[in-house]
Each structure stands twice: as C-alpha cells, then as structure tokens.
C-alpha cells in the first residue's frame, strides 16, 4: 500500500494524558499536513511540513499540541494534557514537492481520539 | 461569512439522475479547487481537482469553476446508492499550502 499511513486509528485517553499520533505520507510526498475534525464539521487546517520545515501553522494550535517531522519523512503530532474538547479525527495528508504544479493533498485513514 | 460554504444537505436524487453540489469561497486569491466525498467514519477522499474556470470532466464527475463568481460546483451523473456520502469542498489560496474546507453537502441517492 503505497498511501498516506496513520497509526493509531483509534486511541480512547483519559482526560490529562499526553498523546502522540504518527503519520507516514506518500513516499514521494515532501509535503505534509495534519487537520482536525469533528463531527458534521470540514477539517480544520492544524499544520504544514515541507521536509522537516513546519512553514504554517494555525491558532488552533494550543501551546498543548506539537508537531515534528525531524528527518522530513514520517510526522508525529502530540497533545499534551488533553481535553474532552480534543475528541476529534485527527487527519494527515500529503502532497508533491515544490516546485510541481499539482496541489493535490491525499489524506491518510485518520486517528479518531476520545477522551474521556 | 464562512471562507468556504456548502448546502448542508440531505440532497436526495434518485439512482440514475444527476446530482448538483455547489460551494462559494469568500477569498478572490484562491486558486486551486477541490471536491473530496467522505463516507461515514472514513477519512477524505480527493474525487475531482480544478485549477482554471471552466469545466472539468473525469467519468461520471464533472467540476465546473467560475472565479469572477467565486463558485465551484460538482456534478454526479448517473448517480450511484454507492456515491451517497458528504461531499467537501476544498479551496487553496494564492500563498498558502492549507486547505479551507466547506462543512460538506450530504448526498443521498435512492434506489
């Protein structure tokens, strides 16, 4: 399966634990994205990586979230301390270099979080 | 005004017939447009991309662009039960890598 990876698919926490979510893009992606979303809703932009660069990033990013993508493959994306209001479907997505004129994003399966 | 907008939905058509979703975009420098369909407790599915106005056509899935009336819209023809799931509208500015998502249309097609 050569598609964008996400492990876990699902993680039930309690409320206060950290978390940390993993995402493997496309092999010839160098772009990557993570989104949020919660029921009835669109994603919501949290994150962009070209490489292992994080060029934006969005004010629904809490000093509780983090994002790395330290050799510019896989990506991972903690939250610290988390809320009932974090219970969402956490999305990862990748797309061509730079430089390509396709801004296509491909989005892996999702790791839906419940917290408790 | 919300940045993407989409008719919530349920639009209902029966199997057969050609199913319309429409989406409008408040921002003018957005310049790449795209329908993603997402079934119940799935992620994201990229169906249909456009780049320029116009249409664009691939199978059963045409998009259609207008920018001076910064409307997109998706048409289904020959509508399937199996193309029944929320339809997302996606917009990327000039500038910018994220994506902005409508809320999405949910579409029902009856046997």
């Known amino acids: 399966d050569t598609g964008v990876s996400q492990d876990p698919r699902h993680k039930i926490t309690k409320r206060g634990q950290n978390v940390t979510f993993r995402c493997d893009p496309i092999?010839?992606?160098?772009?990557l994205y993570w989104y949020r979303q919660t029921l009835g809703q669109g994603p919501e932009f949290l994150t962009y990586?070209?490489?292992?660069?994080?060029?934006?990033k969005s004010r629904l990013l809490s000093d509780r979230f983090s994002a790395e993508r330290p050799k510019g493959s896989f990506s991972t994306l903690e939250i610290q301390r988390t809320e009932q209001g974090d219970s969402a479907m956490y999305l990862c997505?990748?797309?061509?270099?730079?430089?390509?004129?396709?801004?296509?994003?491909?989005f892996g399966p999702g790791t839906r979080l419940t917290v408790t | 005004q919300k940045e993407v907008e989409q008719n919530s939905g349920p639009l209902s058509v029966p199997e057969g017939a050609i199913a319309s979703l429409n989406c409008t975009y408040s921002d003018r420098g957005s310049q790449s447009f795209f329908w993603y369909r997402q079934y119940s407790g799935k992620s994201p599915e990229l169906i249909m991309f456009?780049?320029?106005?116009g249409d664009k056509e691939d199978g059963r899935f045409t998009a259609q662009l207008n920018k001076a009336s910064q409307y997109v819209s998706l048409l289904i023809r020959d509508s399937q039960p199996s193309d029944s799931a929320t339809y997302l509208c996606?917009?990327?500015?000039?500038?910018?890598?994220?994506?902005?998502f409508g809320t999405g249309t949910r579409l029902l097609v009856s046997p």
């Open positions: 092999s010839e992606h160098n772009r």
């Open positions: 456009i780049y320029s106005n």
């Open positions: 990586f070209q490489n292992e660069a994080q060029l934006e």
């Open positions: 996606a917009v990327r500015s000039t500038g910018f890598q994220k994506l902005v």
């Open positions: 997505a990748s797309s061509w270099p730079e430089g390509s004129t396709s801004y296509e994003q491909y």
